[in-house]
């Protein structure tokens, strides 16, 4: 996973929308408590950033020391790089001890995961029997239909030979993903739950961008081929320019994964 977003690591910091504060509010609302916080996959801290201003510690961790790099500095975020397997020693040299963590995040990365061993893992750290564990991805933006209308063959007949195959799980709105954990308080199943949306005011250029942060634009690259060429950004161009307006809301659903560890 973590080559995939090496090169690009700018790009993404740059591109990537930011959640909204009513997602981790809802999840916090959930933990036993808000003393500590491990954010897996953490990329550039998006995510953490948020935790922070929630939780007393967040554990930031990341297979990536260049996305590391572009994670905000707080003083209550401890980023820590992990290898792509993690022992038991190591998982409680680096990143806690059993039974101490109240929640445990992943955001738009768990289906890039080797699930048995991590799910081991979260199920080693978090409190009994309520720690918590939220996953969740965020799908296609959403522009207007002209837009959309360009994107839409762009996203699976362009670039879908260069996705990885696990991106499937986000296609799917992480319904078919294994998620072994019970319903929190509150709530019948696991999920997915779609009550968030991501809203972020765009031009074109920072719509471009958010396209180049992408994996597959990456592996395109990297097999010669650039999915952005001058005809698909005119294509881009005339669907944009069409109301007249610079900068439109991009929206991207949220589809949430949640649930707590449970005795075992």
């Known amino acids: 996973m973590a080559e995939l977003f090496i090169k690009q690591a700018a790009q993404y910091a740059e591109g990537r929308p930011s959640y909204p504060s009513e997602l981790f509010e809802f999840i916090a609302s959930k933990a036993p408590c808000q003393d500590q916080a491990w954010d897996v ?3 550039n801290g998006q995510a953490a950033r948020h935790l922070a201003g929630i939780f007393k510690n967040v554990i930031a961790t990341d297979t990536s020391p260049k ?8 003083p209550n975020i401890r980023y820590q790089q992990t290898p792509q397997t993690m022992s038991a020693a190591e998982l409680e040299l680096d990143i806690a001890s059993q039974s101490s963590i109240d929640v445990v995040t992943i955001a738009q990365a768990i289906h890039w995961f080797d699930l048995p061993i991590f799910y081991q893992q979260v199920k080693w750290v978090l409190k009994k029997p309520h720690g918590v564990i939220a996953a969740w991805c965020y799908t296609s933006p959403e ?10 063959p762009y996203y699976t007949i362009a670039a879908g030979p260069y996705w990885e195959p696990p991106r499937r799980f986000v296609d799917e709105k992480y319904k078919t993903i294994d998620f072994p954990f019970e319903p929190v308080d ?24 958010y396209l180049r942060s992408w994996s597959a634009y990456q592996t395109a690259r990297e097999k010669g081929v650039e999915l952005l060429s001058d005809d698909v950004i005119e294509e881009f161009t005339r669907a944009w320019t ?3 307006q610079d900068q439109k809301v ?5 589809y949430l994964r949640i649930g707590r560890v449970g005795n075992i």
């Open 41 to 43: 996959g953490t990329g």
């Open 242 to 244: 069409e109301d007249g």
């Open 186 to 209: 509150g709530a019948d199943d696991t999920g997915p739950f779609d009550q968030f949306v991501i809203e972020r005011l765009m031009d074109l250029d920072n719509y471009f961008t």
């Open 67 to 74: 996305q590391l790099a572009f994670g905000p500095r707080l």
């Open 250 to 254: 991009v929206k991207f659903p949220i």
């Open 143 to 152: 522009v207007n239909d002209s837009v959309d209308a360009v994107f839409q």
